[in-house]
Each structure stands twice: as structure tokens, then as C-alpha cells.
């Protein structure tokens, strides 16, 4: 008897940390329109190992990525836009799934969270990046193969697409949901991945769809309060979101 109470006890610790987690992870996303895996798999990884963390992401992430994703009303021109990079995310996330182990020592966290604070940087001192219309077939695919590989790696789907999806110089809402559009492709092709190497469990996967309630309430809030600023106080609480959340991946580098 015990043991069943410890167990129990144990269980309700675990989900209420899960719970947190993902309302934390939720609002992040709904103010700057990304961070919820970066957040998440960054905290879970404290109570479980990266893989089982990934495996929790699928829902949440699936679901909250649509949602922002169906927000706007460009879902077309984007897909016919971006489908190249698209495609590339999805074959860098299997290619990478097949043959990258998971990141057990942390490196491949600690190179995104090092590239992320040093594009948060040049991007609160104003320097910004550009790709013309033309460049744009072939950039594309490089830069979604990129991301599906480190998407593989780390379960975070941020570097290169996010910076590349900003210098297409689109308006904040079409930002917005790019930003949903590619992660939403990320999630599936990352759920494939996982479920073909036997990483998706029941057990993970009621977890994972327990987790999506504090999810989508935390999203709500903080697209709530995006929905309160301007444009440029945007631009800011991106850059620092991006910032925060690369000083957390590379904190690796000090513990």
C-alpha cells in the first residue's frame, strides 16, 4: 500500500509539472508566436529524458500550431510561398530521424541556443536580413532541410526557419502564421519520426493529450496580450523571447 500511495503521489507531481510546463510554453507561444517546444522540452528535460520529452510535445504542439496557423486569413498564398522549405523540413526531419541519436550530451542544444541568442542580438540592435522574391526557390529548400535535421536533433524547430521566415519582411500576422504553417509541418514530420524509431508510447501519448488543456489556455492569454501591442513593442518582445529562450538552451554550456 505504500508504494501504490507513493506512486500515486509521484504521478500527480509529474503532472502537475507537466501542466505548468505547458501553460508557461503556451503563453510564450501566444506573445511571440513561437517557443512552446523550445520551452517545454527545455523544462521537461529536467523530469525525463529528451526523447520522452519530444513524445509530450506531439499534441500540444500539433494542436497549438494549427491553431495559429488557421488564425490568419493567408494560409494559401503561404503554402504556395513556402512549400519548397516545407518539403525540405520534412525530409531533413526524417533523413535526420534515420540516422541522428538523441541528444544525450547536449551539444546540438547547446549550438541552437548559442545561434538563437546571437540572431536575438542583431535583431534588438536593428540589423536585419533580407531574401529578394528571386532568391527565394533557391534558399528555400537548404534552409528547410536545415531545420528538419535540427529538429531531429534537438526537438526544437527554430534555426534557420525563423530567421529566414523574418527576412521574407512579412507583416507581423502573416509572420505569425508562417511561423504556425512551419511548425505545424515540423510536429507531424517530427511525430513520424518518433512513432518509426518506437519513441510514441500510450502512456506518453495521454500525457501528451492531457497536456494540450493548459496549452491552448496559455496560448489564449498570451495571444490576448499580443493582440495589445504594437507592432514594434512585437518586434521587441520577439527578439527577447528569442533571446531568453537561447540563454536557456546554452545554459548547457555552465552546469
Excluded at 77 to 98: C, F, K
Excluded at 125 to 142: D, H, Y
Excluded at 206 to 216: C, G, N, R
Amino acid at each position: 500500500m505504500p508504494t501504490s500511495l507513493s506512486l500515486s503521489a509521484s504521478h500527480i507531481t509529474l503532472l502537475s509539472a507537466v501542466a505548468a510546463i505547458f501553460l508557461l510554453a503556451g503563453f510564450v507561444k501566444g506573445v511571440v508566436g513561437l517557443g512552446l517546444p523550445t520551452v517545454a522540452v527545455g523544462l521537461l528535460g529536467l523530469f525525463m529524458p529528451p526523447l520522452q520529452a519530444a513524445a509530450l510535445l506531439i499534441v500540444p504542439s500539433l494542436v497549438t500550431n494549427v491553431w495559429q496557423l488557421l488564425a490568419g486569413g493567408r494560409f494559401l498564398w503561404l503554402l504556395r510561398r513556402l512549400w519548397l522549405m516545407l518539403l525540405g523540413i520534412v525530409a531533413g526531419t526524417l533523413l535526420g530521424a534515420n540516422f541522428m541519436a538523441p541528444d544525450a550530451s547536449g551539444r546540438a542544444t547547446v549550438f541552437l541556443g548559442v545561434a538563437l541568442v546571437a540572431y536575438a542580438v542583431l535583431g534588438l540592435a536593428a540589423i536585419r536580413f533580407s531574401v529578394s522574391a528571386g532568391r527565394e526557390k533557391t534558399w528555400s529548400p537548404l534552409i528547410g532541410l536545415i531545420t528538419g535535421l535540427v529538429t531531429a536533433a534537438t526537438a526544437v524547430f527554430v534555426i534557420p526557419a525563423v530567421p529566414y521566415l523574418q527576412a521574407l519582411n512579412l507583416e507581423k500576422d502573416e509572420l505569425i502564421q508562417a511561423l504556425g504553417l512551419s511548425f505545424t509541418v515540423s510536429t507531424i514530420a517530427m511525430a513520424i519520426g518518433l512513432a518509426q524509431g518506437g519513441a510514441l508510447q500510450m502512456e506518453g501519448a495521454a500525457i501528451s493529450v492531457m497536456a494540450l488543456l493548459p496549452a491552448l489556455g496559455g496560448m489564449f492569454i498570451g495571444q490576448w496580450m499580443r493582440g495589445k501591442i504594437s507592432a514594434t513593442l512585437f518586434r521587441r518582445c520577439f527578439f527577447i523571447g528569442l533571446l531568453l529562450l537561447g540563454l536557456h538552451l546554452s545554459s548547457h554550456l555552465w552546469r
